[in-house]
């Protein structure tokens, strides 16, 4: 059975941090690639960012470039999504995603995590 769950979401003030975490299981994590996406209410799923399990190739949108940090721990089959210095409008349904071919394609989805900033 596939899962992938998200941890970690929660409120917190404008500047702070906070870590998501993205746990799966029952596929081949370590050729896939791992994705978070986010929805604000009222807006479209945005991608935020995503790494290559096969050769660590990361991307970051430029909305959080230099404030998120994507990472995989293969051997826990986990994907952390570092998120510093958070804005108010950072706030937003966190998914996390895998998939082997596309962003547009993906293969799997998380039931999303919630996260609130604060101004």
């Known amino acids: 059975e596939v899962q992938v769950v998200e941890s970690g979401g929660g409120l917190v003030q404008a500047g702070g941090s906070l870590r998501l975490s993205c746990a799966a299981s029952g596929f081949k994590f370590d050729v896939y690639t791992i994705a978070w996406f986010r929805q604000a209410p009222g807006k479209e799923r945005e991608g935020v960012s995503c790494?290559?399990?096969?050769?660590?190739?990361?991307y970051y949108a430029d909305s959080v470039k230099g404030r998120f940090t994507i990472s995989s721990d293969n051997a826990k089959r986990t994907v952390y999504l570092q998120m510093n210095t958070l804005k108010p409008e950072d706030t937003a349904v966190y998914y996390c995603a895998a998939y082997l071919g596309s962003y547009e394609d993906v293969d799997y989805w998380g039931q999303g995590i919630q996260v609130n900033v604060s101004s």
């Open positions: 790494i290559s399990n096969r050769d660590g190739t990361t």
